[in-house]
Nanobody, 126 residues
Framework: QVRLVESGGGLVQAGGSLKLSCAASGRTFSRYPMGWFRQAPGKEREFVAAISWNSDSTYYADSVKGRFTISRDNAKNTVYLQMNSLKPVDTAAYYC???????????????????WGQGTQVTASS
């Protein structure tokens, strides 16, 4: 099991930027893929972005492609989500998640990820 702690959320004006961080502990971080998901009030949790265990591949939801960037620093056991050009529709609780070691399947479904953080709130005001 891995413990995940998100940080970096907050309130920003539309068009602004935020960078989320997710610090991991409890497993060998460099072996597992990481994902970011979000859940807006009254809506289901949805996929935002993911990065493979070896950083060879990144994946994005169409709604954030070109605005958000996922990255990881294995030396710091941390995954990041740089969010630019934020829109009010991006307002949600953002969660990071850790997948199984050396996972090679799709990283988009929630069911891939056994471990989740508690979330950090992002609010983009118009």
């Amino acid at each position: 099991q891995v413990r995940l702690v998100e940080s970096g959320g907050g309130l920003v004006q539309a068009g602004g930027s935020l960078k989320l961080s997710c610090a991991a502990s409890g497993r060998t971080f460099s072996r597992y893929p990481m994902g970011w998901f979000r859940q807006a009030p009254g809506k289901e949790r949805e996929f935002v972005a993911a990065i493979s265990w070896n950083s060879d591949s990144t994946y994005y939801a169409d709604s954030v492609k070109g605005r958000f960037t996922i990255s990881r620093d294995n030396a710091k056991n941390t995954v990041y989500l740089q969010m630019n050009s934020l829109k009010p529709v991006d307002t949600a609780a953002y969660y990071c998640a850790a997948g199984p070691a050396f996972c090679r399947g799709s990283l988009r479904p929630e069911r891939v990820y056994p471990d989740w953080g508690q979330g950090t709130q992002v609010t983009a005001s118009s």
